[in-house]
């Protein structure tokens, strides 16, 4: 186990440098000039060519590609993201205050998404062709179809405005997570809840369950006890997938319910051309999509015995 | 490369490079049976022949203030005005235009370079496979909202680097797929003969191979068209792709944000738009794949 482990994460280097090489040659392929973007929003109407040129040697803008391309990948590993632009502050210190609200709206999306696409899945699976099986492919149907900033304000405009349960906006307690992570969770609730049908279905024609059915097993014992724990298999292994959707789905959800985060962070960042916030966004957010696949895998080869690690992969 | 090597595909090979007509008859026939499937087929042809005479069809101009701003849905205005007094309906219409548009231009870019690193990776293997497929999966590595994220951070926020930047995150799910496909029928018997009476590389690529791949790239197409509304609108609605007063479907539900609790039609009507168009093809998708590619299976 400790050397499939340990194998993963070799197997990572390759990609993560492939992905810093990617972002960095984007960002640098670009025709805008950092030094004068950072002087147009400091003190207006004393840009002189010297000061200019001192601020490029400064940062480094004059020398090669490659060195520059050295420079910011030694110092990311060293956990220097460079400085913001824009609020000129270290772009790991921005990162830092507001990972925690993305992080927590994504979980509870998640959280919404498993237990309603779980719910949904299988209850389809054991009325299968009922209309609680359509009713659940429409919703997934939804789900996959609906633009998440237009559910969100949906929602705003039915629990905040007309029935004023729930707050429109904020980044605070526990009630303003409520419809974020409902919007954020939908999409893949719905994708979640057909798998987790088909797959349920498909186990349980497996004969290991009629077996158990056989010797007189209550239904729900057969579900609960024998075919769910292998019919979630293959639900897990899209689960990092789902939260990489969920980093991305925040950016929007951020911006439509006014909350703190990265999401928002990254969008400001762009609109703003800030580009090293931006650099180090995306890089954060890749590594943290990176590690949660890897998280998911070794948690694949745990629930699923049949997986061996090791040598055979 | 012998014969035992292409045994398991010896099945493949009656089969022509082109579907003969009753082949095409019968996957039509599983398409029009497919009730979902029609239904999406219908709704986006609706759309498109809307997109394109919407000037003809428009009860007011998009950008002009007709009557005042944020009257609700009436006779007059169906999906009522917006803030500066402009028909929502109209806009609406036109909004069609650009968004799927959007779709289709971001699609056939990203499945033209995508296809194309499928292809060669595909066909050549070795090193040059090596290296593509790397590279595709570390841009894999990034959910498709953040890549495109990147490219609008590049080029600046305009409907046409939208374009750009969805096309250019959908290149790796062209290129993987492709590259399989072509694994799979590259060892075939027809692509064997092709070979023996002296076809050239690029010659098999183009005539034997790419369309004994279409059917899955068209379905994946159909699909992707979809995402990339989606994508491209949620751009639109975060200010990072077009700009007022373009009538573009996600700037449309940005706009009617402020005032939702006053006016929301403002929001809700392109939202339902964008709601139609993907489910739309969503829908067809879903059957084409059934249809064409009964191996498939159910997604």
Sequence with gaps: MLQYIGNRLLQMIPVLFLISLIVFMIMHALPGDPAQLMLAGAESGSVTPERLEELRAQMGLNDPLVVQYGRFISHALRGDLGNSIRLR??????????????????MAGLVVAVVVGMGTGILAALNQNTWIDTLSMVIAYLGVSMPLFWLGLLLILIFSFQLKWLP???????KALILPAVTLGFVSAGIISRLTRSSLIETMSEDYI???????????????????????????????IQFGGMLAGAVVTETVFSRPGLG?????????????????IVLFLAVIYLGVNLLVDISYAWIDPRIHYGNSR | MTYASSAPNVRRADEPARPSTSRARRQWTLFARNKGAVLGLIV??????????????????????????????????WFGTDRLGRDVLSRVIF???????????SVVLGSIVGTFFGLVSGFYGGLTDNIIMRVMDAMLAFPGLLLALIIIATL???????????????????????RGSVLSVRESLYVESARVIGGGNWRIILRHILPNVAAPLIVLSTLQVGNAILVGAGLSFLGLGAQPPTPEWGLMTAEGRE??????????????????????LNLMGDGLRSALDPRLGEK
């Design chain 1, 210 to 240: 009629r077996a158990a059915r056989a010797k007189g097993l209550p239904q729900r014992l057969l579900v609960g006890r024998h075919a769910l724990k292998n019919a979630l298999i293959p639900v897990v292994t899209i689960l990092g």
């Design chain 2, 156 to 178: 600046g926020p305009s409907i046409q680097n939208v374009m750009i930047a969805v096309g250019f995150a959908t290149i790796p799910q062209y290129a993987r797929l492709t």
């Design chain 1, 168 to 174: 429109p906006a904020g980044g605070s307690g526990f």
């Design chain 2, 95 to 105: 909004g069609a235009r650009i968004s799927l548009l959007l779709g289709i231009i």
């Design chain 2, 44 to 77: 986006l042809t609706l759309w498109a022949v809307a997109a394109v005479i919407a000037p003809h069809i428009t009860p007011y101009d998009p950008l002009q203030t007709v009557d005042s701003a944020r009257s609700a849905p009436s006779a007059a205005h």
């Design chain 1, 89 to 106: 502050q270290p772009v790991t210190q921005l990162i830092a205050e507001r990972f925690g609200y993305t992080l927590q709206l994504s």
């Design chain 1, 264 to 280: 928002r962070l990254i969008v400001s960042a762009i609109l703003w051309k800030d580009y090293p916030l931006v650099q180090g």
């Design chain 2, 259 to 280: 005032v939702l609790g006053k006016a929301w039609w403002i929001s809700t009507f392109p939202g339902l738009a964008i709601l139609s168009v993907v489910m739309a």
